[in-house]
């Protein structure tokens, strides 16, 4: 028989999670029901009602609970901008309106359509549990270091992760946003790749500059080092070496073959996405 | 009223109300569960099978089970029932395991270990040698003359993918023996092609087999020979075990190892004279049969008549092969060969205009064919082909002319617009002779007491209306309400041989014999006595002998016909387009119920439109890649527009109040057209379908 815990609360899915280590944790499920898998014992998070809120933390953070769904988001005016681009894109209304971003992370899919935009705006997973004596602890992790692989991530059996942290007093100051999702049709449809990229362009320069691919790799690709080489740069000066900084960064990238589509065509529309990225930076 | 004008549907209350019942609903008193173990090589002989200990209750279902033949019977019989000791495509049905618990049964099917000594499969369309079916025909002078004397000879090779048929009930069947008698229900078009094979397979003669229709969640030619299958598969094990056994396919199982459309690769080499004009066309067809003949044969047919399309070509010259591999055998999919030549000869001819410089829709005027001008069969277009006026309505509709004047002009930036215009037939009922040979449709009306009616006919309906358009067409016949007209699924106990549910015949064919059934009855009405009528299958007598070696005479009776326009825009950075509108054109002939015909267009539309753009299936080492809907993708809403849809009456005699096949005829030219308009768009000339955005990317890359 399955052991199935309802918290209410993120302390009770602590609890449950310390009763039940390594107990699945179901947060919207919508991919949980696609892939049937066994467990002795489940936790749904989506009566935790303390999870289910977007709160604005005191270092100007925008923290979104493990329970807080695609369509909850789009309702939300706190919410970046980048988001309403991307939600839209994910599967259907149906799935949206069940779904959660913490899902889409833990998950860990190289396809999870949210990936890349958490992944430029440095996002952080906030991860709890219980210590021996019932006191909650937490730590956060960063995106790209808590997703190890493909359906890997950094949690242990008694941890749960209770919501995402936006540092957004660092992104506001982005001025340019660009998102773009391609798959095999305009819904119900897993990405062959992604891309979300921003700027900060002052008076004619890029300040700050970031890229992020999906479904090219194992996790969201980004080029710390490459980004801070660019930082500095005349917009003009880049959008005149195009060709050569867009080479650059793509010779980082190799995506494979596989069912939805081909490496060489993933590759291309990485870089045609980037590049367009380029063509959109004013100034 | 006009018998155009639509009515609630005879199986809209059961079937919105959930009360309908698919195969999966209904239960069997004592029945138990079927699961097949499939092969897991392409091709090899078994080795062994090594059972794991079966608990009480549970069985193995083998071949030695077969009563009679282990062969599944379809225009001939290849295909064994369970492989004996060969298997010759992965996914191929060995044994079946039964008992009542599912769960178990799965268990120890995936338990089962059967070893093989593997042969070099062939695994490709390019790799194969042998044939199932092959012809050659020809009409006019020799076509090396005609390619001696040509000014200018253009050759082109296009290939086509699998499609698959996506129907929204999977495969399902449940057997019952008891005193000698084995009695199938399932999901199906062809009550009588089960009966049959099953006949065979039982050795049971037409009194011991009874076969029954359940509700079918779509079929789209995909449970023409199928059912037959696994129809035989759980009779077999219903006689072994003494319990009625169910199968119903997972999604994965049904889309890896049951029949869809066929791959094909065809190359035209088409001849020009000094004047530009066309004077020979030279076809050479190969479709990928997979493992077993099957429907291959018949599937082949239809692909060469339609291998020269709409046009009136002096010197034609077509060959044709199915070829057998070691991959998953292919069968009927709506269109039924005709959308792979339709595709290869709409793209052709727009290459050649492209070459001489000329508009195509202006090149393709110069050859469309007309009332008596000669088939490639040598057969002759009988009736009236409303083309011209079918031009006319599209471009009151579209604007196409002035549109595509609009996107030759050249284009920049990131998206760009182009417009394709197709123009296809669909050859009306069975090719060639076989109504008359094989078929011999009979049905029958049966008058009650009461003065209401049943119709007695082996038709199915699988979401295309037919129990309502035939209930209209004798509800008229007779004057009396259409609510007087009762019509059950079709059962072998109680309904005559009327033919299967496929070729886009049940209305046009089955539908005349239910008209003239009606007619017969009201002239010999009795109120309040029991009556019955009975019609069999005239053969049209205007119709030129047909000689099926020869491919020669009159393939068909009469054909209908269908004009597309697809307008799109191309994003040139992920090679992906989105449709600004699409329309569809048909001569039906007449329309029995007009919101039953828009359902046929909008639907057949996008299967067409998801077969030329993103309908992508591959094998690899004989494994179908793409076995769910997850990667196996078919349009959705939101990857339409509203389609402009519109109909020009061109009544036909031999169909009951002119109706001409319909069904088909929607499907096969949405793919050209979408092409055509990807090429305008683009700049580029392909050769291939599916054009997904990874093949049009791919040629925006290369430079120049």
Redesign the interface.
Known sequence: MVRTYYPDTAYEAMKARSEAPGALLVSGGTDVM?RKPAYEAVIILNGAGDLAEIRQEEDGSLFVGAEVTYADMMQDHRIPEIFRTCIPGIASPAIRNAGTMTGNICNASPAGDTLPVLSIMDAQVVIGSLDASGQEVSRTEGLLSFIQGIRKIDLLPTEVVLGVRLPLSNWERQNVCYY?K?G???????SKASFAASARVEDGTIKDFRASWGSVGIKPVRFPDLEKKYAGTPVSDLKARKEAVTADFIEGIHPIDD????A??RR??SA??FS?FIDSLGG | MDISTPVVKKDHEVKMSGRAEYIADHPFPGEIWGTMVRSTVPFGKIRSIKLPDLPEGYTAVTADDVPGENLLKVVTSEQPIFAGDTVRFLGEGILMITGPDLTEVKRLAAETEVTYEEYEPVLSLDEATDTCAHYHFTKGRAMDEVFAEAAEVIEETFTTGYQEQAYLEPQGAVGVYKDGRAEIFGSMQCPYYVKNACKQTMGLDDDHVRIVQMTTGGGFGGKEDYPSLIGCQVAVAAKKTGHPVRMILNRREDMASTPKRHPSKITYKVALDGSKHITGIKADILLDAGAYAGLSDVVLQRSLLSAIGCYNIENTDITGAAMLTNLVSNGAYRGFGAPQSFFAIETMMDHIAYKLGKDPLDFKKEYFVKQGDITCSEGVFHHHVPIPEMLEKAEELTDYSSKYAEYKKPQTGRFRKGIGMSMVFHGCGFTGAAEKEFIKAVVKIHKYADDTVEILASNSDIGQGIKTTFAKIVAEGLGIPLSDVKIENPDTDRVPDSGPTVASRSLMIVGKLLERAAARLKAEWKPGEEQEVEEHYKHPDFMLPWDGKAFHGDAYPTYSWALNVVELELDTLTGQSRLLSVCGIFDVGKDIDRTIMVGQAQGGMLQGLGYGSIENMETKEGRVLQNSFTDYMIPTAEDTVPFQIAFIDNPYDGGPKGAKGAGELTLVGAAPAFEAAVEQASGKRFFSIPLTPEKVLMALSEKG
């Open positions: 696609v773009q391609v095999s049709r305009r819904a119900e449809s897993i069912q939805r589509s081909t060489a065509y291309q529309v045609n996405l367009d």
